[in-house]
Each structure stands twice: as structure tokens, then as C-alpha cells.
């Protein structure tokens, strides 16, 4: 065995002992998409973290909301707050999953004014999060929270605010970051990529590439620390619905160190930061004008993927991510031949959200 690398024995150990509550549906299924496959000559599969439940509308954030509400229960925690935008997928999924282990959820929200005007009817994912009766607190931005830094800091003095209400009245509260960024939950993905691999294996095959939409950063690091650490030669493609510059909010320094904190979770040894970072393949050509705007691509990748496949992904991140898969296997950056899976994390209550937001596929 190579003394660089760890068994999946060891590897599965190691997040097994992990505190973890179990609210969603796992694994997650896989399969293959027949059509497509045969349009473009390559072998392409979907994992679906979207079918993660608890609700019909899941994602790539139920995963991560396991392994850090596993954490805050140990800790007595009473109220999770977390934030993101006015039509967040991370805060529906730990608004249920929080419901569901008996932790009030808080939600501090943004909503871009400028391109989405002022929040009228409830709809797509902020219908839901009210329907489960979640106390949440929408701050008018303009542009979004990264660019208006006047609504950033409103975000945090509300959460600031709140939890200091909360903690006088004594309650016990946790802060998770925009799109369930915490440490206790990076690790979750790697599990989505054990499971990737023995889910390949048995469909006959070993996968080439593993493409996904990448935002705030939460699934990549667990995947890839998984990858590193097993030496498996599979390579991630991330497209992605933000900027990832260097002095950005987010950015690949920030992915290289979550990854190192994985990999030191699960036991592994660390390679040095450019050899994860060589392992960084992130397009940012299908960000299209700006976070939540529909863009031409995402539009026509949503309905060709509907009308191939029975399958659908959602405007805000999921289309933008399979468009980029389009793009690369007509452009013959995929090979034909390889075996590839997009990884669908999940977006689809936002295609019941207002126009400005879908944009128009229905036709
Ligand atoms: C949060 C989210 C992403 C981005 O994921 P990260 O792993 O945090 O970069 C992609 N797709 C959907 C549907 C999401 O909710």
C-alpha cells in the first residue's frame, strides 16, 4: 500500500465517529443519464444530493447540517442563525434539518432590491422556510451582500444582535456561516464522495471526472480531501456562480485550507498547499451577469437536460454548473469516452421563484 494514502476502511472510520444527526436520505442515489450520454459520447452520471431530503426539496447543505447539528446537539444549542440570500438554498435545508432535531432555526436573509425589487408574494424556497414558520429577518441590499458592504454589516449586527437577545433570555446559540459554512461540516463530502466511488464501482466503471457548481465553497474540500487521501485519479471540474478572485469573499486559498483541515480530520497526511491547489479547476465563464440572474446558457442547459432526462436543475446554481458541463463536452474538453458525474446540489425550488430569477425555460 502507498504510505501517502489511507484504506477506505480507515477513511470510512474516521467519519463514522464523527457526532452526527441523521436527518437525510443516504447515500444519495446515482445513475446515469442515458441520453445525454449517448448525444455527447462520454459516460454521464448524476449524484443527488438534491434527493437528500428531509423535504421533496433537498440539497448539498442537508449533508453538511448532519455532521454540525450532530456537534450543536452534544453542545445543548437551542437556536441555529444562519444567512444567505433571500432565496437560499443552505437556509431552507438547515431550517428543516433543524426543525427536524428540535433546534429553533433563525434566518437572516438579503435580498437584492436592485434586480429582484422589493419581496413581495412568498415563493420558491422562502415560501417553504415560512411555512415551517421560521423567524427570519430580510435586509434590503443593493446588489448583493458580497458587492454592498452596507448590508453585510447589517447581516452582522443582526446576527449579533439576535444571539446576544437569545443568549440573555438562556438559550444556548450557533452562528453557521453563509451556505453552511462551518468547520464541523466540511468533512460531510467527503462521504459524498465515498459513496460516489463505490456507487461507480458498482455501475462498472471508474470515474474520469467529478463536475459540481461551486458558491460558497462547502462541498469541494470534503470531496477533494477525500480524493487526496484515498490517491484516486479522478479530477474535479468546478464551475462557478461567483467570482473566486484571489482578494475575493471567497477564493481558492480559502478551498486549499479547508481541504487541509479534511484531510487532517480524517487521519490523513497533508500534502504541501500547491499540490492542492493544483488540484483547483474552477471555470468562471458561467457566472453570467451576476449571483441569482438567469443567464442564456443556464436557461438552455435547464431545458435541455428537462427534455433529454426527465431531470431538472435550477436556475441560480445547478443550471449554471450543467451548462458548463454542456459547454465542455461539445467543446471536446470532456473526452469522448469518460466516464463523468455531474454532482446536482440541489437549487430546484428556485425554479418556482419570480422571473427575474428563472428567467424564461417554459418554452
Ligand atoms: C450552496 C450551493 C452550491 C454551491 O456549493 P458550495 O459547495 O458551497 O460551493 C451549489 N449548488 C447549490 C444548489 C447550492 O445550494
Known amino acids: 500500500m502507498d504510505t501517502n494514502t489511507l484504506d477506505t476502511r480507515t477513511l470510512d472510520a474516521a467519519i463514522d465517529k464523527l457526532p452526527r444527526y441523521r436527518v437525510g436520505f443516504y447515500p444519495t442515489p446515482f445513475h446515469q443519464l442515458r441520453n445525454l450520454s449517448r448525444t455527447f459520447g462520454i459516460n454521464l452520471y448524476m449524484k443527488r444530493e438534491d434527493m437528500a431530503g428531509p423535504s421533496a426539496i433537498s440539497g448539498s447543505k442537508t449533508r453538511l447540517a ?36 428540535g433546534i429553533t432555526p433563525v434566518l437572516v436573509l438579503t435580498r437584492n432590491v436592485a434586480r429582484h425589487g422589493k419581496l413581495g408574494e412568498s415563493r420558491g424556497n422562502y415560501l417553504l422556510t415560512q411555512t415551517m414558520g421560521v423567524e427570519t429577518h430580510v435586509i434590503d441590499a443593493n446588489g448583493d451582500i458580497w458587492t454592498d458592504a452596507a448590508a453585510a454589516a447589517t447581516v452582522d449586527s443582526t446576527i449579533a444582535r439576535r444571539k446576544a437577545e437569545l443568549e440573555s433570555e438562556g438559550h444556548t446559540v450557533m452562528v453557521v456561516g453563509a451556505g453552511g459554512a462551518h468547520p464541523d461540516g466540511f468533512i460531510a463530502h467527503a462521504q459524498t464522495f465515498r459513496e460516489m466511488l463505490l456507487q461507480s ?6 470515474l ?10 462547502t462541498a469541494l474540500p470534503g470531496m477533494l480531501a477525500a480524493k487526496l487521501s484515498l490517491g484516486h485519479p479522478v479530477k474535479f471540474r468546478s464551475i462557478a456562480i461567483d467570482a473566486y478572485d484571489e482578494d475575493g469573499w471567497i477564493n481558492s486559498s480559502i478551498i486549499v485550507e479547508r481541504t487541509k483541515a479534511v484531510l487532517e480530520t480524517l487521519g490523513s497526511p497533508v500534502p504541501d498547499d500547491a499540490t492542492i491547489r493544483g488540484e483547483l479547476d474552477i471555470d468562471r465563464r ?17 431545458r435541455e437536460l428537462a427534455r433529454a ?12 454548473g450543467f451548462a458548463g458541463l454542456l459547454d465542455h463536452a461539445r467543446t471536446g474538453r470532456i473526452p469522448a469516452g ?11 425550488g428556485n425554479l418556482f421563484e419570480i422571473p427575474e430569477v428563472v428567467g424564461t425555460i417554459a418554452e
Open 66 to 101: 448532519e455532521f454540525i447539528l450532530g456537534r450543536a446537539l452534544e453542545a445543548g444549542v437551542t437556536h441555529l442563525i444562519t444567512q444567505g440570500a433571500y432565496l437560499t438554498n443552505s437556509g431552507l435545508q438547515f431550517a428543516a434539518a433543524s426543525r427536524s432535531a
Open 201 to 206: 464501482a458498482d455501475a462498472g466503471m471508474e
Open 208 to 217: 474520469d471526472f467529478i463536475y459540481h457548481t461551486i458558491g460558497t465553497g
Open 286 to 302: 458561467f457566472i453570467g451577469e451576476e449571483y441569482a440572474a438567469p443567464s442564456p446558457e443556464s436557461t438552455a442547459a435547464i
Open 309 to 320: 432526462e426527465g431531470v431538472f436543475v435550477g436556475p441560480v446554481y445547478t443550471g449554471k
Open 338 to 348: 469518460s466516464n463523468v458525474a455531474f454532482l446536482h446540489t440541489g437549487d430546484t
